[in-house]
Each structure stands twice: as structure tokens, then as C-alpha cells.
């Protein structure tokens, strides 16, 4: 829920600062897995990453999704190397759909925060 609101609250733009505050959840919550992760079983994971790395909106920079991806690299590697596949699996299936509804939810939260705003100036008109 939490990475969720924190997807939820990045702007269209996902700029560097704001990627790298949602990483640093994202390692909280690897961090509450169990702690049992091979190499070998992070450079799988790392592969999804880039692949939905790659999803994002399409006005996220190669050159940041670079800088992106070693920033997640070296968070992976700061983790403990014992955790289960299927687990991670787990994990990165819910971030999948967490970040397929990312660019469609911050559309629709952009226009009803233009709503409200609208509503209010009619209120204040009337007045």
C-alpha cells in the first residue's frame, strides 16, 4: 500500500530525485523479505527490472533509465543473498501491475485535481 501511494504521487516526468526515493522504499521492502538472494537470482531480477524500467512513460530518458538501473544494481547488491524464488516472483509480479496502472492512475488523479480546482472557482464566482 505504501509503494503504492508513493507510485501513485510521482508526476508523469519521473524525475531522478523522485526515482530515487521510490528505489529506497522499494529496498525497505525487499529488505522485509526473507534474506536469502543469489547472485545469479539477482541478475534474473535485475533483467525484469530493466524490462519494467522500460515500461514507464515514454518520456523517461534512456540516459536516466541508466543511471536508474545502477543505482538498482547496487541497492540489490546491498541486499542479503538469501531470499527464495518464488518470493521474489511475488514481488515483481505486484510491481508489474503496480506500474502498469502508474501512468493511467496519474492521468486520472492530474484531472480530477483540475476538477476540484475548477469546482472551487465556481464557487468563489458565484459568491
Not at 6 to 11: A, F, G, H, I
Not at 101 to 119: A, D, G, N
Request: charged share 20%; aromatic share 2%.
Amino acid at each position: 500500500m505504501v509503494l503504492v501511494i508513493l507510485l501513485k504521487m510521482l508526476t508523469h516526468k519521473l524525475k531522478i530525485i523522485k526515482i530515487m526515493k521510490t528505489l529506497m522504499v522499494l529496498v525497505i521492502l525487499l529488505q522485509m523479505l526473507t534474506h536469502k538472494l543469489k547472485i545469479i537470482k539477482i541478475m534474473k531480477t535485475l533483467m525484469v527490472l530493466v524490462i519494467l524500467l522500460q515500461m514507464l512513460t515514454h518520456k523517461l530518458k534512456i540516459i536516466k533509465i541508466m543511471k536508474t538501473l545502477m543505482v538498482l544494481v547496487i541497492l540489490l547488491q546491498m541486499l542479503t543473498h538469501k531470499l527464495k524464488i518464488i518470493k521474489i516472483m511475488k514481488t515483481l509480479m505486484v510491481l508489474v501491475i503496480l506500474l502498469k496502472m502508474l501512468t493511467h492512475k496519474l492521468k486520472i488523479f492530474k484531472s480530477e485535481k483540475i476538477r476540484i480546482k475548477k469546482k472551487k472557482m465556481t464557487t468563489l464566482n458565484t459568491y
